[in-house]
């Protein structure tokens, strides 16, 4: 299994991003997907999830309204749209997948996960 995180970059306050994940070697509409950051200094966190099925999703308080995740099962893609950064947005961003039989689970948790991006940075100038 391989995740392949991208889109991050350097964006001024208020601007806005897309993450992109691509998967491979999975079966991706059989995975429930995430996105999690860790700023310098601070422990990895969760940001959102969504479901197999592309249905149930869950987002961290700190980001509702503004983030907003998607997936596309037939290009095998999951998606963060983030806008009205702030600075406190800044952070390197994984993406998450883990299989499960339930098409409306998402998961939470990092140790839910097992397979992991290698990560993209999102700088957030102030």
């Known amino acids: 299994v391989q995740l392949q995180a991208s889109g991050g970059g350097l964006v001024q306050a208020g601007g806005s991003l897309r993450l992109s994940c691509a998967a491979s070697?999975?079966?991706?509409?059989?995975?429930?997907m995430g996105w999690f950051r860790q700023a310098p200094g601070r422990e990895r966190e969760f940001v959102a999830a969504?479901?197999?099925?592309?249905?149930?999703?869950y987002y961290a308080d700190s980001v509702v309204g503004r983030f907003t995740i998607s997936r596309d099962n037939a290009k095998s893609t999951m998606y963060l749209q983030m806008n009205s950064l702030k600075s406190e947005d800044t952070a390197v961003y994984y993406c998450?997948?883990?299989?499960?039989?339930?098409?409306?689970?998402?998961?939470?948790?990092?140790?839910?996960?097992?397979?992991w991006g290698q990560g993209t940075l999102v700088t957030v100038s102030s």
């Open positions: 969504i479901s197999a099925s592309g249905g149930p999703t």
């Open positions: 998450a997948a883990e299989f499960t039989n339930y098409e409306s689970t998402y998961y939470v948790r990092a140790d839910e996960y097992d397979y």
């Open positions: 070697g999975l079966t991706f509409g059989s995975a429930t």
